[in-house]
């Protein structure tokens, strides 16, 4: 190991996570060749060289009552990595999203002298905003995804840089779509809906039923439509008896992981809220925004949001350019109707894909360069 290199803690959880701490670490290896990280994390980490003491699906919890299931065995996890990254010191930790977990992971590791970072702003711009004055206690910088969010930090003291987002420089400007389908097997001229029912179990147990029924209901209207569902690591076989369930004689293609190629091929996405949804922006895809989450969960999180959208291209847009069906609105009829609507509006897809086209050179800006950059500002620091 080099001297010079640093040693980076790491904390990434769900799918998503994994994703962003995956496109960090690779600019965090162009700069540092000999840079050694390690914490919780997941496949795509690991496949850089990231020792995982931890696999991250442990964090991937759904909603507040998934996370009290979980909770002495999260808050177990976290004292154990405290006391671990106390002991061995790392030059840094960076906290990719999860600031339910970090956070006070963070505020643990500051208080001890290690610089707290944090990748990915949590939404205080969207929900819980009292949890700024925790972030400022927390970390010593905040890594942005969004060009509003660094001023509204530092309003509270709080450092931060807006480095845009990672998939904005991953995903191309122009859609690989004959490439896409090329590989999945798919014609040119056939029409085709990407079912992607999020990457957690909870979201499985709680979204892909409504997403499979709607599913059915599409093929009985529309016997050719060709479906594709990407499936997440670990998930096939939570999957298979709500497919044989819910969408009995459904050609339903399963592929394992693909979203990207899912998302390049398809038509139109019925999708589940979250970084996902920002996906199928870059990709310039007409989309319907699903979600459902226990009852209780949903109630406690609905009164502490502050605007009106739950998608991130609908928040970012301002605006409701894609419907969005949320909890009890997330119904099979529902979502049926809405995904043929914006099958059947070729103007409204046109208009979409010069937004998200305009949306996806503001986010694009070399991220992990510029989060590299920060970082090393940082470490100096």
């Known amino acids: 190991m080099s001297a ?14 994994d994703l962003l701490a995956a496109l960090l670490l690779g600019g965090l290896r162009q700069r540092w060749p000999a840079l050694s990280s390690f914490g919780i994390g997941g496949p795509r980490m690991i496949q850089l060289g990231f020792d995982a003491w931890w696999p991250q699906h442990k964090l991937a919890v759904h909603g507040y009552v998934d996370a009290l299931r979980h909770y002495r065995e999260l808050s177990d ?23 339910d977990f970090n956070l006070g992971l963070e505020a643990r590791l500051k208080h001890a002298g290690i610089k707290a970072i944090h990748f990915v702003c949590p939404s205080i711009w969207a929900w819980r905003g009292g949890r700024v004055k925790r972030i400022a206690r927390s970390v010593d910088h905040v890594l942005c995804l969004f060009p509003f969010e660094p001023e509204l930090l530092q309003r509270h003291g709080i450092a931060a840089t807006y480095v ?12 690989p779509r004959a490439e896409a389908r090329l590989k999945l097997g798919l014609g040119e001229s056939e029409t085709v809906v990407a079912v992607l029912p999020g990457s957690r ?23 050719e439509l060709r479906f594709v569902l990407p499936v997440a690591p670990g998930l096939r076989a939570a999957l298979a008896p709500l497919i044989a369930l ?26 589940a809220s979250g970084t996902a949804t920002l ?32 998608g991130l291209p609908n928040i970012l847009s301002r605006d409701f350019v894609v419907p969005e069906l949320m909890q009890q609105h997330c119904q099979p009829e529902a979502l ?46």
Request: net charge positive; with cysteine; aromatic share 4%.
């Open 4 to 17: 010079d290199a640093p040693r980076l803690a790491m904390v990434a959880g769900e799918a998503s996570g």
């Open 77 to 99: 996890i976290r004292n154990r990595l405290a006391e671990r990254l106390l002991h061995t010191r790392p030059s840094a930790f960076i906290g990719v999203d999860a600031p």
């Open 164 to 175: 845009g987002h990672p998939l904005a420089d991953v995903i191309p400007l122009q859609v």
């Open 201 to 223: 179990r909870g979201e499985i147990r709680h979204i892909a039923p409504p997403f499979l029924q709607a599913t059915a209901l599409l093929h009985r209207q529309r016997p």
């Open 246 to 271: 819910h969408a009995p004689g459904v050609a339903l293609q399963l592929l394992d992981g693909g979203s990207h190629d899912a998302l390049a091929a398809c038509d139109v996405t019925l999708i």
């Open 279 to 310: 996906e199928a922006m870059l990709f310039k895809r007409p989309m319907v925004i699903g979600y459902r989450m226990h009852t209780l969960s949903w109630m406690l999180m609905k009164p502490m949001t502050y605007q009106p959208w739950g």
């Open 336 to 381: 049926a109707r809405a995904v043929l609507a914006q099958l059947d509006d070729p103007a409204h897809a046109a208009r979409l894909a010069e937004r998200f086209t305009e949306l996806h050179l503001l986010l694009r800006r070399d991220t992990a360069r510029r989060a590299t950059d920060a970082i090393a500002q940082i470490l100096q620091a």
